[in-house]
């Protein structure tokens, strides 16, 4: 579908569907679709910082790489008057923010992936915990239902499906409706075929994923 077939679409914000679109063109390496949804949404007043911080989060779900030439794409879309800077939490309250965040995602399957993570290697799992959860995700610029929808987005996308399984069930912790992950997932393919399949993708509250 096109971006403006998409925007089109009831069951999310134009701003939420671009964030969405954005964080998938950086996975696809995409960067005329990023360039696009960057530039619609500085007309549709999308605010910067919303990208900035979608950008951040592909760091995590998307890698360095990608997310470099990401943000050399949102400079040449959108230029700033100054490199931004900040937005993340106070450094001493970003353990118990990640902590508190990763627990409500996982619900009661926290200590079970918490087990998973120290089983792969500790300094993994404190990665996760201290960066990923604390420095990253737990940033008061998006909340965590919309940071949730958006690397469910990008999990789909990349065809992980047990992590997107996780987050799928994570957003819905925090507050997300089916609908609106079943748009997220109509964003990501552009085939209402396909997202049925990726709904039933997500298990009761069972398992460690």
């Known amino acids: 579908m096109?971006?403006?077939e998409l925007l089109a679409r009831p069951g999310l914000t134009v701003r939420l569907r671009l964030l969405v679109l954005a964080l998938i063109a950086v996975w696809r390496g995409d960067w005329p679709r990023l360039q696009e949804a960057v530039r619609t949404g500085r007309t549709s007043g999308v605010a910067r910082a919303d990208f900035?911080?979608?950008?951040?989060?592909a760091v995590l779900f998307c890698g360095f790489p990608?997310?470099?030439?990401?943000?050399e794409t949102l400079a040449a879309a959108w230029p700033a008057e100054r490199p931004p800077a900040g937005g993340a939490?106070?450094?001493?309250?970003?353990?118990?923010a990640g902590r508190a965040l990763f627990a409500a995602i996982y619900g009661q399957n926290e200590a079970a992936v918490?087990?998973?993570?120290?089983g792969y290697h500790r300094d993994f799992h404190d990665f996760v915990l201290e960066v990923a959860y604390g420095r990253v995700l737990a940033r008061p610029g998006l909340t965590g239902r919309e940071r949730e929808l958006l690397g469910a987005?990008?999990?789909?996308?990349?065809?992980?499906?047990r992590q997107f399984a996780g987050h799928a069930r994570g957003a819905l912790h925090l507050g997300a409706t089916k609908a609106e992950l079943r748009e997220v997932l109509v964003t990501v393919f552009g085939d209402v075929a396909q997202v049925d399949a990726w709904l039933q993708r997500v298990p009761a509250e069972n398992g460690n994923s």
Do not use: K
């Not at 900035?52 to 989060?57: G, K, S």
């Not at 918490?114 to 120290?118: D, F, I, P, T, V």
């Open 2 to 4: 096109t971006i403006d």
């Open 52 to 57: 900035e911080e979608t950008l951040l989060q």
């Open 66 to 71: 990608r997310a470099v030439t990401a943000f």
């Open 89 to 96: 939490l106070p450094a001493e309250d970003q353990a118990t």
């Open 114 to 118: 918490r087990a998973m993570l120290l």
């Open 153 to 161: 987005g990008a999990l789909a996308a990349s065809d992980q499906l």
